[in-house]
């Protein structure tokens, strides 16, 4: 079983949708059993909340039904844990990067950009402040990296 976490910084937006989508890919190629995904944000603003409705509903629309409830990451726990820390954007790679004091951890910190076949991008940028098209935008990118990092990962050992 490999474990996956996207992280993000509100547990809102980016990586909850991150989460559905990967496990919407996982379910379509019956991979279930071999995988485990979450997310969790850098900030415990959100914690226990559902996803921005925003997001709930552009991603609805896309047929991913989101339920995580927002989570603070956890370093003592979750370095351990997770096989794959999959961070949004360059401030969070940092963020968790730096977390990871004696870096025991550092081959399993990712950014999620990297995944990408089809954009050319260097983060997924944060939708909280933008209009619909910026969560269209998150989406389009996050299905396009999820494709790719479970093509990559399903065979790793
Ligand atoms: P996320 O988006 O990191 O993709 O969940 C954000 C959500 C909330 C905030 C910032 C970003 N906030 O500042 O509350």
């Given at each position: 079983?490999?474990?996956?976490l996207f992280?993000?910084?509100?547990?809102?937006?980016?990586?909850?949708a991150?989460?559905?989508?990967?496990?919407?890919?996982i379910?379509?190629?019956?991979?279930?059993?071999?995988?485990h995904?979450d997310?969790?944000?850098?900030?415990?603003?959100?914690?226990g909340?559902?996803?921005?409705?925003?997001?709930?509903k552009?991603?609805?629309?896309?047929g991913y039904k989101?339920t995580?409830?927002?989570?603070?990451?956890?370093?003592?726990k979750?370095?351990?844990?997770?096989?794959?820390?999959v961070?949004m954007?360059d401030?969070?790679?940092?963020?968790?990067?730096?977390?990871?004091?004696d870096?025991?951890?550092?081959?399993k910190?990712?950014?999620?950009?990297?995944y990408?076949?089809?954009?050319?991008i260097k983060?997924?940028?944060d939708?909280?402040?933008g209009?619909?098209e910026?969560f269209?935008?998150?989406?389009?990118?996050?299905?396009?990296?999820?494709?790719?990092?479970?093509?990559?990962i399903?065979?790793?050992?």
């Open positions: 079983m490999k474990k996956v992280i993000c910084l509100g547990n809102i937006c980016r990586s909850p991150a989460e559905g989508i990967m496990k919407s890919i379910h379509k190629r019956h991979l279930t059993d071999k995988f995904v997310s969790a944000g850098m900030i415990n603003y959100h914690t909340e559902s996803a921005d409705p925003r997001m709930l552009h991603a609805l629309e896309r989101l995580h409830k927002a989570r603070q990451f956890n370093p003592k979750d370095f351990k844990e997770f096989d794959y820390l961070t954007d401030q969070i790679y940092m963020d968790v990067n730096k977390l990871d004091k870096n025991e951890y550092s081959s910190i990712h950014k999620m950009a990297k990408c076949s089809h954009y050319n983060e997924v940028v939708p909280y402040d209009g619909p910026a269209e935008s998150v989406l389009d990118i996050l299905e396009d990296a999820c494709g790719y990092f479970l093509d990559k399903k065979d790793e050992s």
